[in-house]
């Protein structure tokens, strides 16, 4: 069973940084493409980055540069971060983490909900 848990949602100011963190369990390092998500009310969840199975990252252009995804290990659990720098008012949301069992991030962010992971969400608010 895969269970992944976020953390580190927090409100903060604009040019302000946060680092979000989503432990996975029943999930191995190399089983397939992670992610993070991203969801205001009322519009539709969007996909924020993602990470291969080789480490090979991808970002949404409105976030390029300023955040930047990672994953590895913490106390023997799998870890996927989110170091988000720079934050914008815009950039306040909840978000998601999201695997899946493919071997590539090709279709990640447009494949539907229903094939992916997912974690509870954590709040992220960013004032200006």
């Known amino acids: 069973q895969v269970q992944l848990v976020e953390s580190g949602g927090d409100s903060v100011q604009a040019g302000g940084s946060l680092r979000l963190s989503c432990a996975a369990s029943g999930y191995g390092y190399y089983s397939g493409c992670m992610g993070w998500f991203r969801q205001v009310p009322g519009k539709e969840r969007e996909g924020v980055a993602a990470?291969?199975?080789?480490?090979?990252?991808?970002?949404a252009l409105s976030v390029q540069g300023r955040f930047t995804i990672s994953k590895g290990y913490a106390k023997s659990t799998l870890t996927l971060s989110l170091q988000m720098n720079s934050l914008k008012p815009e950039d306040t949301a909840i978000y998601y983490c999201?695997?899946?069992?493919?071997?590539?991030?090709?279709?990640?962010?447009?494949?539907?909900?229903?094939?992916?992971?997912w974690g509870q969400g954590t709040q992220v608010t960013v004032s200006s």
């Open positions: 999201a695997a899946d069992f493919a071997d590539s991030c090709n279709d990640f962010y447009s494949s539907k909900p229903e094939d992916k992971y």
């Open positions: 990470i291969d199975i080789d480490g090979t990252t991808n970002y």
